[in-house]
């Protein structure tokens, strides 16, 4: 990777098509799980990578690169996403099937919740996120749902670890008070 | 995140069953050839764009260099100017003069 990227430095054309390739699952992975609404998937890819190689001088090299890609990438995604509305609310009146149920199974049950449910737990979940703003939503997606560290989330934002743990608690708290209104909703 | 789920808390367990769902993994396709060149050509572009921009420094310092020399050489020929020159002609007339009195 470091002979290549020094080769991309170097104006190598082939070195810059190849570390492209190379980046590229890393970069539509990042892309897919912070993607705005109404933005096309290859135009935000496209749109990091002109980003990655334009200011290729800027990396230092004192992380590893691809940890100064994925940082590039979620913040790419984050100003685009700061400009999105924040869904004003969440009625029980509009989820799914699948998401009353889960919402039934939280309000009566307790431990994991069926496997079965774990779709509707997810659609259930990403519609609670779009209510948050972008910060807020990107820390509970990195914590929560693909389980990265308070360490891997300063590494990926740039945000201090202090400032990380506060989003995500802030960011639960508001998910919790939107939970209650559900729950309540459900006994009604 | 390292932190323990409580069983009995609706978020966590809400949070958990979400993150055990597994996406419908879509394939990563490549990026496609316009895309790809895209990219490609804004980089070639902010390189170009900054080899240019090296060269205008050198220029810059070189007009800077050529401005302090011709300070210098102005403020040299000033001084010259100003500093007073004895008239070696009329040193040498007073001279014969006092010779002729003589």
Known sequence: ?188 | MNRKINPSDPLDRLLRGAALAREIDRPIAGLTWAAENRVLGAWRTSRSVGIGESWMGLFRAGVALAGATALLTVLITWHTDITPVVDEVAATDAAFNVVVMR
């Open chain 1, 1 to 188: 990777m470091a002979a290549c990227l020094e080769r991309v430095r170097g104006g190598d054309e082939v070195a810059a098509r190849e570390l492209l390739v190379h980046l590229t699952p890393l970069v539509t992975k990042i892309v897919r799980s912070h993607l705005p609404r109404r933005t096309a998937e290859e135009d935000l890819i496209q749109a990091v990578f002109v980003k990655v190689f334009t200011k290729l001088d800027q990396y230092g090299g004192s992380a590893p690169f691809t940890h100064w890609v994925a940082r590039v990438a979620v913040n790419t995604c984050l100003n685009l996403l700061a400009h999105e509305r924040v869904r004003p609310e969440l009625r029980y009146a509009d989820l799914s099937e699948e998401e009353e149920a889960v919402v039934q199974n939280l309000a009566s049950g307790d431990g994991d919740l069926p496997s079965d449910q774990n779709s509707g737990a997810r659609e259930l979940v990403h519609k609670m996120l779009a209510m948050l703003n972008p910060e807020d939503r990107l820390a509970i997606t990195l914590l929560h749902l693909e389980g990265r560290s308070v360490e891997e989330v300063h590494q990926q934002t740039g945000w201090s670890r202090a400032l990380v743990k506060v989003r995500a608690f802030r960011a639960r708290q508001k998910m919790k008070r939107h939970l209650q209104q559900l729950l309540k909703e459900t006994t009604i």
